[in-house]
């Protein structure tokens, strides 16, 4: 705004001092300022944008909404044929068993836990997911482990809230 204001204050100083010398040279006052005027209108004219330049053409489609789920696209990133997961599966599956071992104190990559996580997860579990092809049944061998350690979870806080029911119910 500052900056139009000072075009502005400069645009003006430079015509009044154009008609100042025309009425000095002789040229009547009136034709000075249509003239000014006509120069004037041209200037800005020649500034206007009578078109969008920053869209472009042809524009671009719209996208329709994405169908399908998160299962779906996760399940079409295994290969059937050969039976080779991708690496958006296994990340994710890598993601829930980080969650579900984090629940229990473990981390999956801390070398110093290592035997503690074989020991719950079971033999060859934790290596699976670390192969240079994980294929389909390393998944599932992974996801049984997940859900052992869910219900094994689920069968801790289950035990301590039916022993305090015990012994409520014996007050």
């Known amino acids: 705004m500052k900056g139009r204001l000072i075009l502005l204050g400069v645009g003006a100083a430079v015509a009044a001092v154009v008609l ?100 719950l997860l079971g033999p060859g579990v934790r290596d699976a997911l670390h192969k240079r092809e994980v294929h389909a049944a390393d998944l599932e061998k992974v996801l049984d482990a997940v859900e052992r350690i869910a219900a094994g979870a689920a069968e801790d806080t289950d035990t301590p809230t039916a022993a305090k029911a015990g012994t409520e119910e014996n007050r």
């Open 20 to 119: 100042a010398l025309l009425g000095v040279l002789g040229v009547p006052m009136m034709f000075a300022v249509a003239w000014l005027l006509i120069v004037l209108t041209i200037a800005l004219v020649s500034r206007q944008v009578f078109f969008d330049e920053s869209a472009f053409w042809p524009p671009e489609r719209r996208r329709s909404a994405e169908r399908g789920s998160e299962v779906s696209r996760l399940a079409w990133s295994i290969n059937s044929r050969t039976g080779v997961a991708g690496h958006v599966v296994v990340r994710r599956v890598q993601d829930v068993l980080r969650r579900r071992l984090a629940h229990r104190g473990l981390d999956l990559d801390d070398p110093a836990q290592h035997a503690a996580v074989d020991a």
